[in-house]
């Protein structure tokens, strides 16, 4: 039966080839953006599936209850956490403690380049999969591992083992290894990867409670998830007993994430980079909805501007026995036929953009293209449904009677016909579209710039306050970090010639912005 339905669709829209041809490009230039924001979504649920032991594999997350009750969760945990975890908990295999930082830029005494960077203990590499193809694991002070991309970024070449890479602050590096290509979309995404002894040999943080990290374990096998709600009860009752005297009488309480829950995230976890949040997700996919949607508005417009040619086609069917149901179905598989053609011609268009953008933070690709294709086939469907839906309900509405009399109009909203009324409709709603575009563009620039005012403001503060920690890079010029309070580093200032205009006199602006965790 569909097969017949399907075959007259495809006559009509080859006799009305100009008719079908805008329609199909209106709905093909939109239906890449869609396509693409199904990918982040798929994506997004898939991030963490690559690791060799996903189903026993947790993150360690903290609700902090702070003296009048109130509750804040966290990604992050204290580094006491990780230690007790790795001691006398057989149910617990391995564990381990990273600490990503921010404002990382290393040289070769060429080029210096800006990188993403994590702490890893050498544990890590046990746990999660990320393979090292070339050298060993990082495990002595000023020692790391870095992606092959980020290596042909410095050298040119893979092979970079044993090669050094100078830190401002730090000194030299030696890369101990090189990281096989990893999933992009991981929020353990980094260039290089640095020995957890060397941030143990600067770091400056001495409150053991403070959440400067993340703690990961890998349960042994058979081992029930309760056992580790267990272990972690037990180790945050430990440590509040350790802070019980202190005067902020904040309480620390831990709960198992599985690694596969990690993204997208749906608690709002503070401290939890790169990973996008489920009403990021839902906003990003309502706009490229939106603009399929307008271009299944001007296919209910095109299509009931061609309602009077038709009618003598539903006329004559309903004559001959058709009924409207019938007619129902027919129409609302032109469209479909319509939407799966555009499918074609968006899936080409969504792959030239794939080529040709440089944009970098897109996901391109999913671990299951089964599942991906049943969403693009279902999605798209779904858009012809709708699409289609309108048109077929007034179009089956025709009765032959009046078609025969040649008085039959289309349906109107009092004075006004409908396609006068939904042509008004889609430009309101494409103009209301736009607008809302440049507004959320333009407020973005407003806070991206007030946000480096206040950053300036905040920081002309005397040099003497706690949250400034001087330095003094390998060239011997000072400069300062300003650290929060957790002692994460938030930003660093420019290099300055000498000590007497850095530190004695009010703070200037700082040269990069302040990158909050």
């Known amino acids: 039966m569909f097969k017949n339905y399907f075959k007259t669709a495809w006559r009509n829209l080859r006799k009305n080839k100009l008719f079908s041809f805008i329609n199909i490009i209106g709905l093909s230039l939109a239906i890449p953006f869609a396509l693409l924001s199904l990918i982040q979504v798929q994506s997004a649920f898939e991030s963490e599936r690559f690791h060799p032991f996903p189903e026993r594999t947790y993150r360690v997350i903290t609700d902090v209850t702070d003296n009048v009750g109130a509750k804040t969760k966290y990604a992050l945990s204290p580094n006491i956490a990780a230690e007790q975890l790795k001691e006398n908990y057989p149910a617990i295999e391995k564990a381990t403690f990273v600490v990503r930082d921010f404002e990382w830029a290393l040289n070769n005494r060429i080029k210096t380049l800006d990188v993403n960077t994590i702490y890893v203990e050498p544990d890590f590499f046990d746990i999660f999969g990320f393979k090292i193809i070339a050298g060993s694991r990082p495990s002595e002070p000023n020692t790391l591992v870095i992606t092959q991309e980020k290596a042909q970024a410095f050298f040119g070449t893979s092979d970079v083992v044993g090669k050094v890479l100078t830190h401002p602050t730090y000194g030299d590096f030696v890369v101990k290894g090189v990281l096989a290509p990893y999933k992009q979309n991981t929020h353990f995404r980094s260039d290089v990867m640095v020995s957890m002894a060397t ?38 009752t430990a440590i509040n007993k350790q802070t019980a005297g202190e005067k902020s009488k904040e309480k620390l309480n831990f709960r198992a994430q599985p690694v596969t829950a990690i993204a997208p995230d749906f ?97 391109w690709e999913v671990d299951n293209n089964v599942v991906l294709w049943i969403s693009f086939l279902l999605f798209t469907i779904l858009i012809g449904v709708i699409a289609g839906i309108i048109p077929a309900r007034i179009l089956s509405r025709f009765l032959p009677v009046k078609v025969l009399k040649g008085t039959i109009v289309p349906s ?44 300036v403001a905040s920081s002309k503060v005397c040099v003497a306050d706690k949250n400034f920690d001087k330095k003094t890079s390998t060239s011997r010029q000072p400069y300062f970090n300003q650290v929060a309070n957790n002692y994460q580093v938030l930003g660093t200032s420019e290099m300055y010639s000498s000590s007497v205009t850095s530190f004695n006199q009010t703070v200037s602006p700082f040269s990069r912005p302040v990158m909050a965790t």
Do not use: H
Not at 212 to 220: A, E, I, P, Q, S
Not at 283 to 305: D, E, K
Not at 354 to 360: C, D, G, H, L, Q
């Open 199 to 236: 941030y143990k040999k600067f770091s400056k943080n001495t409150n053991f409670t403070s959440l400067n990290g993340f703690t990961y374990v890998l349960m042994r096998q058979n081992r029930s998830p309760k056992n580790l709600d267990a272990v972690l009860s037990s180790v945050a």
């Open 267 to 363: 608690e709002n976890l503070r401290g939890n980079p790169y990973v996008d949040s489920i009403f990021e997700l839902a906003v990003n996919f309502s706009f490229a909805l939106g603009l399929l949607l307008l271009a299944a508005f001007n296919y209910v417009n095109l299509t009931l501007a061609r309602s009077l040619s038709r009618a003598k086609e539903v006329g004559v069917r309903k004559v001959t026995g058709a009924l409207r149901y019938q007619l129902v179905i027919q129409f609302i598989c032109e469209s479909v036929l319509v939407a799966l053609i555009a499918l074609g011609g968006g899936y080409i268009i969504l792959e030239l953009l794939e080529r040709f953008s440089y944009v970098n933070w897109f996901i």
């Open 412 to 455: 109107g909203f009092g004075n006004m016909g409908l396609r006068n009324t939904l042509v008004v409709i889609q430009f309101v709603a494409s103009s209301c579209f736009i607008f809302l575009i440049a507004t959320l563009l333009t407020s973005e620039a407003y806070v991206s710039k007030q946000g480096c005012l206040d950053g």
